[in-house]
């Protein structure tokens, strides 16, 4: 049997950079069936770090769900897996300080993670502001990051 961890990452008082945690909370909400699956297991961060190879460490793959800034529009959701996230490292940010791809570089370079599938989807953001809850056009994609979610376990899962 194949170990998921679905993990929302994203700081809930900072607008749009809450679209990952949303986007897992509601997945979790529409498909019970598969969030309840023997092996999958659901995680969140506000800020994440390095505490995000602990939460990888015992999985088989991860699917890590996101708001990231590049030059799409809003509400574009990407998913990529581990090797595309270097595209993102140079022109998209990440309000996390120590970004996701830089984190599982180190978790790769230590062998934390060495067995580690990883999925990333990210949800293109608006806004950032402190304060301000999600935009319109992120909350409109919600249900699409919803499926791609839903998707990306499946796919791992039913192998």
């Known amino acids: 049997m194949t170990r998921v961890v679905v993990i929302g990452i994203g700081q809930s008082l900072r607008g ?8 897992v909370r509601q997945w979790r909400d ?13 995680e969140s961060f506000e800020l994440p770090g390095l505490s995000l190879l602990d939460a990888m460490e015992d999985a ?20 990529l897996d581990e090797k595309d996230l270097s595209t993102f490292t140079l022109d998209a940010k990440s309000a996390h300080g ?3 791809a830089e ?9 934390k993670i060495d067995r580690v599938t ?10 950032v502001n402190p304060g301000t809850s999600l935009s319109q056009s992120v909350q409109a994609r ?3 990051a919803c499926r791609a979610i839903q998707e990306e376990v499946l796919a791992i899962t039913d192998k």
């Open 16 to 23: 749009d950079d809450a679209a990952g945690l949303e986007a």
């Open 30 to 42: 529409k498909f019970p069936e598969t969030a309840n699956r023997h092996g999958v297991r659901i």
């Open 60 to 79: 088989d793959a991860a699917i890590m769900v996101d708001a990231i800034q590049s030059h799409a529009s809003a509400g574009t959701i990407h998913r």
């Open 98 to 100: 120590w970004g996701v």
């Open 103 to 111: 984190t599982l570089e180190m978790g790769r370079l230590i062998g």
């Open 118 to 127: 990883i999925r990333l989807i990210g949800i293109e953001a608006e806004k």
């Open 142 to 144: 919600l249900p699409a």
